[in-house]
């Protein structure tokens, strides 16, 4: 089973700072990397897919990076809907599985 | 609007049995590989098991094989998740989620399945 490691676990910012956000691999999954937000009482939302591809309706402040068993979301500057739980994921075998997650929260 | 609601959860004694249901619409449901994924409360997010867009293939996670068992009928554009000897730690939401080629782009809001006595 690969295991997804994300840091930092809590990321406390103001609205407008740059986020980054860190999702390590137990081994490559080469780019089969997903993140996902979700925010309180809700079902997640995919954000990006394959690492880098932005999902339909997702805002272009918000971009993925990496390959292999490195990658980055980063949000370019954060808007106040953007406080939320995020979430890794891979598809590159199975079971799929998920990073434990990294709240950001507003500072 | 793709639309994915699920249904059937409830408190169920440690043991137990119980079926969830998810009803697609929107899309072709036919055509698209379909997952379960739950999430206990406060906690993070656990594939269950995943079924292809014909039935032909199946996937369970270790902490689920042997107990849950998913179908679908292509017909009703329904997705099913049969699930028996409920343990405690099954406690959690599940969500029936669209499968696009790998990737989970369309969730449902989720059910509830509580393992208590």
């Known amino acids: 089973e690969i295991m997804l490691t994300q840091s930092p676990a809590i990321l406390s910012l103001s609205p407008g700072e740059r986020a980054t956000l860190s999702c390590r691999a137990s081994?490559?999954?080469?780019?089969?990397l997903a993140w996902f937000q979700q925010k309180p009482g809700q079902a997640p939302r995919l954000l990006i897919f394959?690492?880098?591809n932005r999902a339909t309706g997702t805002p272009a402040r918000f971009s993925g990076s990496g390959s292999g068993t490195d990658f980055t979301l980063t949000i370019s500057s954060l808007e106040p809907e953007d406080f939320a739980v995020y979430f890794c994921?891979?598809?590159?075998?199975?079971?799929?599985?998920f990073g434990g997650g990294t709240k950001v929260e507003i500072k | 609007e793709v639309q994915l609601v699920e249904s059937g959860g409830d408190l169920v004694a440690p043991g137990g049995s119980l079926r969830l249901s998810c009803v697609a619409s929107?899309?072709?449901?036919?055509?698209?590989?379909m997952d379960w994924i739950r999430q206990a409360p406060g906690k993070g997010l656990e594939w269950v098991s995943h079924?292809?867009?014909?039935?032909?293939?199946?996937h369970y996670a270790d902490s689920v094989r042997g107990r849950f068992t998913v179908s679908r009928d292509n017909a009703k554009d329904s997705l099913y998740l049969q699930m028996n000897s409920l343990r405690a730690e099954d406690t959690a939401v599940y969500y029936c989620?669209?499968?696009?080629?790998?990737?989970?782009?369309?969730w449902g809001q989720g059910n509830l399945v509580t393992v208590s006595s």
């Open positions: 989620v669209r499968n696009w080629n790998g990737r989970n782009d369309y």
């Open positions: 929107g899309f072709t449901f036919s055509s698209y590989n």
């Open positions: 079924i292809t867009s014909n039935s032909d293939t199946t």
């Open positions: 081994q490559s999954v080469r780019s089969f």
């Open positions: 394959d690492a880098s």
């Open positions: 994921q891979q598809r590159y075998n199975w079971p799929l599985t």
